[in-house]
């Protein structure tokens, strides 16, 4: 389950920048914003032949619900999205591009690791849905995971769907689209284009974003 990850805002996105043809204003924002549960984050979404961003709060509160949960929907298993009525619609007409930088799992003794791209940035797979009551619409998405790849597995048996970029256009296209054409995208990304180092305990803490949440120690 990822609970942590990093992400650095459309300003300094390189792939959104290069898809929607604007330059890139690397002294816009923070360099690296950790996000958790019920954070705001960046998200990119297909509106017929149109890409929109927005900033979505990350724990997915399905249209159908009457309530918001207690428990944020912020992780579903990629296999079984396609079954569970939380998930069903939005996986077949309302998926989007979660822009990251790293993301965070942690072994039993509480040591953290982050898990960095090899290029740029990372595209996780997400879903997103709208919930309206009758003082408030909230837009929010949630975060496909898959069966950890070698880099991943000796720290957690499950990682966040990280799309090739040349994956991107079939998981965006707001068409409905066959289980198993979308599934084919679902798998784990190559360990070879990931790395991987430990980080100070201090991620641990919702209340800390800091530099030092990121820094290599040991």
Known sequence: MCNAYGTIGYSR?????????????LDYDRPVRM???TDLVPVLRKS???????????????GWSKQMPDRPLTNARSETVEDLRSFSASF???RCIM???EFYEWTGSRKRRTFVPADEEFLFAGLWDEWVDESRSVQSCVLLTTKA???????????PVILPEDAYEAWLDPAERSPDELSALLGPYPAGEMAAYPVSQAVNNPANDVPECIVPVG
Do not use: C, K, T
């Open 48 to 62: 017929g032949q149109e890409y929109v961003q927005a900033e979505m709060r990350w724990g997915l509160i399905p």
């Open 99 to 101: 822009p990251a930088v």
């Open 13 to 25: 996105s390189a792939f959104i920048h290069d898809l929607l043809g604007i330059p890139r204003n």
């Open 35 to 37: 996000v958790r549960p």
């Open 149 to 159: 790849n070698e880099i991943v597995s000796p720290v957690h048996d499950r990682m």
């Open 92 to 94: 077949r007409e309302r």
